[in-house]
């Protein structure tokens, strides 16, 4: 494996039963590189093989590798051997990460699932608890992290992993901002919605309505609006809360709308402004006009449009 870039390397073994996949499919979220069963001695040719062109970032990923008594030719302190070798002949950073339970629970959750214990297919999953125990208890002692739990819900499980293996950057929710015309369809992805027609419309000045809110004379008229200022900013402050939140959570992807009427003027103003707020406070969103290059139509503009003509009763 010479001339490899060393890589930090997460081991996840465990009990059968003990939240092995809830663990892995976390880190998979969270942004690792995950395998699962992976004969060990095919490692050294996993982190050989290139990869493929334009997708040169995803070597900076850490690697999450899913060990456990099912995978084939399973030998707990050769395992531990063969990931020294790993660690101290090519300088990956490799950490194990053990997954315990009680054996009580363990029984439990295979009755409560009806599931067989993977190595007790035709006898009671006690036996099989107690052989996997047997011969995983070399990886147990020689694990750096251990998780036990017992008393852990799975949502409980997922915190912990994030919480122990989060990185900068790595887990965090990839940010939509997005602007769109109520007139053309509400957005159905949008974990956030705000409705922007209670500013001052543009359109209903000749010479702003051929322009959208992405020119400064828009913009200029829309923040004349008296409740401009202190509505926008209320929305910027409430998003620097909540993003960190929606990560904390594990959400991978965020979609926060900005509706007016025709999608052209008053949202993308505001989903502009937003997103530098957003961008300088650290977070890093793009920004999709949905409707903007929409033609403007004073038929649309008509319904429940600010400063402008109403609908006839």
């Known amino acids: 494996m010479s001339g490899v870039n060393a890589k930090?390397?997460?081991?996840?073994?465990?009990?059968?039963?003990?939240?092995?996949?809830?663990?892995?499919?976390?880190?998979?979220?969270?942004?690792?590189?995950?395998?699962?069963?992976?004969?060990?001695?095919?490692?050294?040719?996993?982190?050989g093989t290139p990869l493929p062109a334009g997708h040169d970032d995803a070597d900076d990923r850490?690697?999450?590798?899913?060990?456990?008594?099912?995978?084939?030719?399973?030998?707990?302190?050769?395992?531990?051997?063969r990931i020294k070798t790993?660690?101290?002949?090519?300088?990956?950073?490799?950490?194990?990460l053990f997954l315990d339970c009680s054996g009580t629970e363990l029984e439990r959750r295979f009755a409560e699932t009806r599931r067989r214990h993977p190595l007790a297919a035709d006898r009671p999953a006690v036996d099989g608890i107690a052989r996997e125990r047997e011969m995983v208890e070399p990886l147990r002692r020689w694990?750096?992290?251990?998780?036990?739990t017992t008393n852990t819900t799975t949502n409980g499980l997922?915190?912990?992993?994030?919480?122990?293996?989060?990185?900068?950057g790595l887990s965090d929710p990839v940010l939509t901002i997005l602007s769109f015309g109520f007139s053309r369809g509400v957005p159905r992805n949008a974990d956030l919605m705000f409705d922007m027609r209670f500013l001052r419309n543009p359109h209903w000045e000749e010479a702003l309505r051929p322009k959208t809110g992405q020119d400064a004379e828009v913009a200029a008229y829309i923040a004349e609006d008296p409740a401009y200022e202190e509505a926008v900013g209320q929305i910027e402050r409430l998003l620097a809360t909540l993003l960190?939140?929606?990560?904390?959570?594990?959400?991978?992807?965020?979609?926060?709308?900005?509706?007016?009427?025709?999608?052209?003027?008053?949202?993308?103003?505001?989903?502009?402004?937003?997103?530098?707020?957003?961008?300088?406070?650290?977070?890093?969103p793009t920004v999709?006009?949905?409707?903007?290059?929409?033609?403007?139509?004073?038929?649309?503009?008509?319904?429940?449009?600010?400063?402008?003509?109403?609908?006839?009763?």
Request: net charge neutral; with cysteine; aromatic share 6%.
């Open 8 to 47: 930090t390397i997460l081991l996840v073994s465990g009990l059968s039963g003990a939240g092995k996949t809830t663990a892995l499919k976390t880190l998979e979220d969270m942004g690792w590189e995950v395998v699962d069963n992976l004969p060990l001695v095919l490692l050294d040719r996993l982190l």
């Open 158 to 168: 997922q915190q912990e992993i994030r919480n122990r293996f989060s990185r900068d």
């Open 143 to 148: 694990a750096s992290q251990v998780i036990d």
């Open 288 to 313: 999709s006009h949905r409707n903007m290059e929409s033609a403007p139509q004073d038929a649309l503009e008509k319904r429940g449009s600010s400063g402008g003509p109403k609908a006839q009763s």
């Open 244 to 284: 960190p939140r929606y990560a904390e959570s594990g959400k991978t992807y965020v979609t926060i709308a900005f509706g007016c009427t025709g999608g052209r003027h008053r949202s993308v103003h505001v989903a502009e402004r937003v997103a530098r707020y957003l961008q300088d406070a650290g977070f890093s």
């Open 86 to 96: 790993l660690r101290e002949t090519h300088g990956h950073d490799i950490e194990t």
């Open 62 to 81: 850490p690697l999450a590798l899913g060990i456990d008594a099912r995978t084939r030719g399973f030998d707990a302190n050769a395992i531990v051997q």
